[in-house]
């Protein structure tokens, strides 16, 4: 391909217009005579859908043969970079062998409910977490000349009417929660595409979001890509161009193409702007055509390797009572639930991949565990919510020899998806039904579950361990037996927190909207929510055990004091005090519990993955700089990190804090404050000059027909107690200064307040 400024010079209006769509439903525009090939551009995330024949969006139509991975939020589970990063690699190899120059994903929206169809799509609740995941899937398939599409920016937490729905979110939670989530993201690993969400944001479609795109995306984060819409996103193309918007995908016919080339015509978009979105896309094409390397193949089993080795790392141990896990090949197993048969390895919607292989739970049992004696019963109906007695007869006959139950639980497929969220956050009532059924036989009950989100568990003393498997991908069940068997020692931990009940969610009382969702938690999203409410839950976000125990120790900061510019490092030891080998995912919380804005009580800013043999301690190192410190501050339009002392807290999860310490941080950035006449009085007190002003007139006030002096005394004289009926001073303080001489009656003047506007902004 010719360079960019060369072809761009020999377009014509018509031809660049037709840039700004998709070609057809995957494919940007081909155009000819004009060196300018297409490139595919297809989903996404944890593994390729890449269509043959009919196309769709929605993953109904059938898709080559690729890896599936675990979904984002089973992977972000494993808390690895490098795992996330490996398999982005891998996809990267696939999207080659298959000649995709662009994965559609991954998804770093935050799990603001559990209840929202596509979580099991998205990495975490916590944006420090899920932006660093994404970012490391970035540049794993990106180090294979393969771009991605960070989606789906942004805002997008409900499925809902999700081309309609308007979220309306203050800008201190957008900043800290919703576009931090992409903003490491896009920063450092430098997606090829961006792909805009559906929904609008504080009344603008993304697609043409001035705020989002121009002002943020674009401007303060310096992003030199392609921004491309969801499938169906793009509304105003004209207005969205003129916020820097590129392509409208998929290809939805010339009208919108001639709508661009008679706007340039009619002077309402400057052909300069069509230059600059042209020059972008013609990038990205030269960018697919030139790293693609022909003939690339990959090998499918050491994909598949790679998917059984993420799986078993990204499951969480939630609970393990008495030591009933690990298992040993001895003991005789029922295995209970059509899932064994059916194993739920992937979510519903446009991510639905066909993979390259895929055991079920008892295949997996035969081929990796021989010699266990096992038996299964269906136990529940999965597609029906119903309680079909023949059913639990066969479970409870079925149990009767076993020495420990293993009962695959889960929510069935369909349940959830993208395109609508879930109703409601219990399981399915038989199998809840099946729980107790099996609790009263006795045996020790060992739940997998297999859900892409968090459910109640009113269940939870009825059963003795549970795996949170999540949507784990198709080495899904060779992973289960590993980990049952204490081959792989668990060590993941959740990403999200899971709450006791629906009801305890931060915005139970308005998730989902249909028009306008007001995000009126504003900041305090998962942990942050249940932390500052002081909720129980059922498990905190970092969660997870180990079938070995871990020492924190030696926590050291190499400064005791630092200015908010410089960095800070903090040192800790982990010791693997247990008898098997296994890996430990250290999280670092910082916490400002004296603050002038109301914050969280602590929040993640640091985690490792350390990996020990027993006996061995290992010191993992974090960084931290300002944003690890800072909050929005919308007074400035920055973050901001306020003059403090800030605990560094050194946890095992969000609520089991090991070990901590304190450094003190110095703003250098100084906030000028502008005095005017809406300013309140207490603030205007702060400046001692106009605090001795206003005492005078204060004391005048209260007893007018004393001197300001004979009354300030009386204000202070505990003996005699003079009664001036209120405490002026509290009610005065909340109140603008310039009030003051409206309701003084004469005594405080207009002069008054100028002299003390000018003393406090001098
Ligand atoms: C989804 C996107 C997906 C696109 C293309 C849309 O419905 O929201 O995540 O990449 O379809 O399949």
């Known amino acids: ?229 969801d499938w169906g996103a793009a509304n105003n193309q004209i207005e969205g161009m003129k916020e820097t918007f590129d392509i409208r995908m998929p290809y939805g016919g010339e009208k919108f193409n001639e709508q661009i080339v008679q706007a340039v015509k009619n002077g309402e978009l400057d052909e300069k702007i069509l230059d600059d979105t042209v020059r972008r896309i013609l990038k990205l094409v030269k960018k697919g055509i030139e790293s693609h390397k022909e003939g690339s193949t990959y090998d499918q089993k050491a994909h598949h390797a790679l998917a059984l080795r993420a799986a078993a790392e990204s499951a969480v141990l939630l609970k393990n009572d008495e030591e009933v896990l690990p298992l040993s090949e001895k003991e005789k197993i029922a295995v209970i639930g059509g899932f064994a048969k059916n194993i739920r390895f992937q979510g519903g919607g446009s991510s639905h991949i066909n993979p390259t292989c895929l055991k079920n739970l008892l295949t997996a049992y035969e081929e990796l565990k021989p010699d266990v004696q096992l038996t299964f019963a269906r136990g529940f109906r999965l597609k029906k919510d119903i309680i079909d007695e023949d059913f639990v007869t066969e479970a409870l006959e079925c149990v009767k020899d076993a020495d420990k139950v293993v009962l695959c639980l889960g929510l069935p497929y369909g349940w959830e998806s993208e395109g609508y969220d879930r109703e409601k956050m219990s399981l399915p009532d038989n199998q809840i039904d099946m729980i107790h059924r099996l609790a009263k036989s006795g045996k020790p009950v060992i739940a997998l579950l297999f859900t892409g989100a968090p459910v109640e568990m009113p269940w939870i003393d009825e059963v003795d361990a549970i795996f949170a498997m999540y949507t784990a991908g198709q080495a899904v069940s060779e992973a289960i037996i590993k980990i049952i068997y204490g081959e792989i020692n668990p060590c993941g931990k959740l990403a999200e927190t899971y709450p006791v009940q629906m009801e305890d969610t931060p915005c139970s009382l308005n998730y989902p909207q249909k028009e306008k969702a007001v995000y009126e938690e504003g900041i305090f999203v998962g942990y942050r929510y249940y932390e500052k409410k002081k909720r129980d839950v059922l498990f905190t976000f970092g969660h997870g055990l180990s079938y070995t125990s871990w020492k924190y120790s030696n926590l050291k900061l190499d400064k005791e004091s630092m200015e908010d510019t410089e960095d800070l490092t903090v040192m800790v030891d982990i010791t693997n005090t247990g008898e098997r080998c296994g890996k430990e995912i250290v999280q670092l919380y910082v916490s400002d519990n004296e603050s002038e804005v109301s914050k969280p009580i602590k929040e993640l800013k640091g985690f490792k993955k350390v990996s020990c043999l027993p006996g061995e301690t290992k010191t993992v190192t974090f960084k931290l700089n300002k944003r690890s410190f800072a909050y929005y501050n919308t007074k400035i339009n920055d973050w901001y990190v306020e003059d403090g002392i800030y605990e560094i807290l050194i946890g095992a999860s969000s609520a089991d804090i090991r070990l901590s310490k304190q450094v003190a941080v110095k703003s250098t950035t100084p906030i000028k404050k502008v005095f005017t006449e809406k300013s309140v009085m207490c603030e205007i007190v702060e400046h001692p000059a106009a605090a001795k002003l206003l005492e005078q007139v204060m004391g005048g006030l209260a007893a007018s027909d004393m001197t300001p002096e004979e009354a300030k005394a009386a204000l202070n004289d505990e003996e005699n107690n003079v009664d001036i009926g209120i405490d002026l001073q509290a009610t005065s303080m909340d109140m603008p200064i310039g009030k003051m001489v409206e309701m003084s009656g004469g005594m405080f003047t207009d002069e008054l307040l100028q002299e003390i506007l000018k003393i406090v902004n001098s």
Request: charged letters at 25%; one cysteine or more.
């Open 1 to 229: 391909m010719k360079a960019v400024e060369e072809i761009l010079k020999t377009l014509t209006l018509e031809e660049k217009a037709s840039l700004c769509s998709g070609g057809s439903v995957w494919f940007t525009k081909e155009i000819k005579g004009k060196d300018i090939p297409e490139v595919m551009m297809t989903d996404g995330p944890h593994g390729l859908r890449k269509q043959l024949g009919t196309s769709d969006i929605l993953g109904i139509n059938a898709s080559v043969e690729a890896t599936c991975f675990p979904s984002a939020a089973a992977v972000c589970n494993s808390w690895d970079e490098e795992l996330i990063y490996e398999i982005g690699q891998a996809l990267g190899k696939e999207c080659q062998a298959e000649e995709v120059s662009v994965l559609l994903g991954p998804g770093a929206n935050i799990k603001r409910s559990p209840l929202c169809g596509r979580n099991f799509e998205y990495f975490s609740e916590d944006p420090f977490l899920s932006s660093n995941m994404a970012k490391s899937h970035i540049n794993g398939v990106q180090s294979q000349g393969v771009g991605t599409s960070l989606k789906h920016f942004a805002v997008n937490n409900q499925e809902t009417r999700r081309l309609t729905v308007d979220a309306v979110v203050e800008e201190r939670a957008l900043r800290e929660i919703y576009l931090a989530s992409f903003e490491t993201a896009i920063k450092e690993a430098k997606p090829w595409t961006i792909m805009t969400a559906y929904n609008q944001v504080n009344g603008e479609h993304c697609s043409e979001n001035h705020h989002l795109l121009k002002e943020i995306l674009r401007d303060e984060w310096g992003y030199e890509g392609v921004v491309i819409s």
